[in-house]
């Protein structure tokens, strides 16, 4: 009786793993926070290191479901992080991923406060080829920040080796969503996604 019972508790659960589970790979993206004191460039509050994962299922990735044409930007997917407990000068970040005309894939990614030292973009044929980086400094004197901030793709086989990293909630254009996401209430960083037509 007990096995028939953990097979079926089992046999429940797989439709809700599989939604994130069945994918050779994943977008990551990782965010780093180092504060220190201007006059002697020592830490004054720990570091923040957090990377989040976003699953490259085939349901995710029907949600692009137009190209860019002559009245659309068509359909994009935006990725927006900010610090739980946000400090003065802490920026929020930003990642947005589109098909192009030509079926390559175009990410661009900015920090905010916004401008044009802190913006970075990329076209790629394949989501496999994604790794990009940027770092800035944000100084108000006595204190100052270090923050950096990626996007990059890693296989099944990667995230085996790297260990835990939590799923962000994702929703589609029409805002139902697309994934439930971990809970973030314990990570210093939270993320969330969405597509959008534009």
Known sequence: MKTLLLAFAVSALLPLLGSAADTDGFLVFTIERFAYSAKDGKSTEREIKQSFKIPLTQEFLSNFKNFPNQNSQGTGFCCGAHFQS??????????????????RWYIHMWANPRNPSTTQSV????????????QDSYVNIPNGVNVSFSAKYMSAEEMEKHGPMPIPQVKKADRSVLFHGDSLTNCPIVLSGVFQEN
């Open 86 to 103: 946000a400090q003065k000068w802490d920026p929020g970040f930003a990642w947005w991923l589109e098909r192009t005309t030509d079926h």
């Open 123 to 134: 076209t790629i044929k394949n989501l496999e080829d994604l790794e990009m980086s940027y």
